[in-house]
């Protein structure tokens, strides 16, 4: 079932921070992030696995909370680069390698 | 990390033929997916791409319409049968290179007329 990302979308000036969430209503394994901008593949940012949180890079971080299966993305002091759409990706338990994305939060930076 | 290369990166193609997409990972991988993402929508997986045996196909996707082959660790290849013009989307590969990231390749964006 396709986790719920919010917002679905947020407009920020350069410096400003941004958090998305994504939740699941099934347990998870793991919540990966990953960054697609316009027109190019998706660029993975991070995963989060149940039992501990990756910070994956220096001014984004994230969060999971297991028992409310959910996670958040933070976007601090953001930067024109961080402009795209974020995913959230969902692993189930057991660990089955697929993922099921959300429907993703169009973040614009403005300068 | 991996790098995946896809081709073509986009056709125009007419309805009720067939178009096969290479995807090819410069390292082995464990597992290699297939996506459609519509323009502006997020990614549906279509199916998993197993090393010598059948592909495992989502709910909604059969092999008859997706046949996909997958000979060795590092190359895969997807077939959209018998277009439609409700096939057209953009479709990628991305491997598992483990033991917890996933890689996209950039993507072939298909058009039928």
């Known amino acids: 079932q396709q986790p719920v990302q919010s917002p679905q979308a947020v407009i920020l000036r350069e410096g400003e921070d941004a958090v998305i969430n994504c939740s699941s209503s099934k347990a998870l394994y793991s919540v990966h992030w990953y960054r697609q901008k316009h027109g190019e593949a998706p660029v993975f940012l991070m995963i989060l696995l149940k039992g501990g949180e990756q910070k994956g890079h220096e001014k984004i971080s994230a969060s999971f909370n297991e028992k409310k299966q959910q996670s958040s993305l933070y976007l601090t002091a953001s930067q024109l680069s961080y402009s795209g759409t974020y995913f959230c990706?969902?692993?189930?338990?057991?660990?089955?390698?697929?993922?099921?994305f959300g429907q993703g939060t169009r973040l614009t930076i403005n300068p | 990390s991996a790098v995946i290369s896809q081709k073509p990166s986009r056709d125009i193609c007419q309805r009720g033929t067939s178009l096969t997409i290479q995807c090819q990972v410069d390292s082995q991988v464990t597992m290699m997916f297939w996506y459609r993402q519509q323009p502006g929508q997020s990614l549906t997986l279509i199916a998993t791409?197993?090393?010598?045996?059948?592909?495992?196909?989502e709910s909604g996707f059969v092999i008859d319409k997706f046949p996909i082959s997958r000979p060795n660790l590092t190359f895969s290849t997807l077939t959209v049968s018998n277009m439609s013009p409700e096939d057209s989307s953009i479709y990628l590969c991305?491997?598992?290179?483990?033991?917890?990231?996933?890689?996209f390749g950039p993507g072939t964006r298909l058009t039928v007329l």
């Open positions: 991305s491997g598992w290179t483990g033991p917890n990231e996933q890689f």
């Open positions: 791409a197993n090393q010598g045996s059948e592909a495992t196909y």
């Open positions: 990706g969902t692993q189930g338990p057991g660990g089955a390698q697929k993922l099921v």
